[in-house]
């Protein structure tokens, strides 16, 4: 199994641009999360899926979106990027019947 | 808003000691609650979890719970240069998503 992963590991993005951050786990879990994490603080939720087809907003959902056609698979899209979006994501994903969620290695995302 | 407070350090402790991280928590209705280790530019890794009051014991891990003082804890028996880490604690209610604290920074000097 390779778990979570994510991809790109890191990317530069000018103010109002758009990209997506690719999340994918291969452990067949229901539960997918993402999280920014700011230097020197811990995670804030951004959305959060509980199964394909599902999503709901987490703390800090403005500028963000998500969709989840598969189980595999918990893309999270910025439209219009700004320099508050400058921080780490992670995406995280766990079992229905288990609470540990299992991260990914992270996205390091600098917008200037 | 429901908060999860920790002292941010850095808690400074010699190889061999205990060391003792604190959490606190506003929301009376939670139920779970973690304590995630997270090393420099790398991805956060649950090292413990704990559903009711009193003590778990994993290792040289003890978490702690007392719900009616709204207070989880951490200790680590015999600290080695290795747990040199952030700590972070998180809390779920009665929902599917998980309040973190902003972590504490624990250096381990030889």
């Known amino acids: 199994n390779a778990g979570v992963t994510q991809t790109p590991k890191f990317r530069i993005l000018k103010i109002g641009q758009s990209m997506t951050l690719q999340c994918a786990q291969d452990m067949n879990h229901n539960y997918m999360y993402w999280y920014r994490q700011d230097p020197g603080m811990g995670l804030k939720l951004i959305y959060y899926?509980?199964?394909?087809?599902?999503?709901d907003k987490g703390e800090v959902p403005n500028g963000y979106n998500v969709s989840r056609s598969t189980t595999e698979d918990f893309p999270l899209r910025l439209e219009l990027a700004a320099p508050s979006q400058t921080s780490v994501y992670f995406c995280?994903?766990?079992?229905?019947?288990?609470?540990?969620?299992?991260f990914g290695p992270g996205t390091r995302l600098l917008v200037l | 808003q429901k908060e999860v407070e920790q002292n941010s350090g850095p808690l400074s402790v010699p190889e061999g000691a205990i060391a003792s991280l604190n959490c606190t928590y506003s929301?009376?209705?939670?139920?779970?609650f973690f304590w995630y280790r997270q090393y420099s530019g790398k991805s956060p890794e649950l090292i413990m979890s704990?559903?009711?009051?009193g003590d778990k014991e994993d290792g040289r891990f003890t978490a702690q719970l007392n719900k009616a003082s709204q207070y989880v804890s951490l200790l680590i028996r015999d600290s080695q240069p290795s747990d040199s880490a952030t700590y972070l604690c998180?809390?779920?209610?009665?929902?599917?998503?998980?309040?973190f604290g902003t972590g504490t920074r624990l250096q381990v000097f030889p």
């Open positions: 998180a809390v779920r209610g009665n929902t599917d998503k998980l309040i």
């Open positions: 929301d009376r209705v939670s139920q779970s």
């Open positions: 704990i559903y009711s009051n």
């Open positions: 995280a994903s766990r079992r229905d019947s288990q609470e540990t969620q299992y």
């Open positions: 899926s509980v199964g394909a087809g599902i999503t």
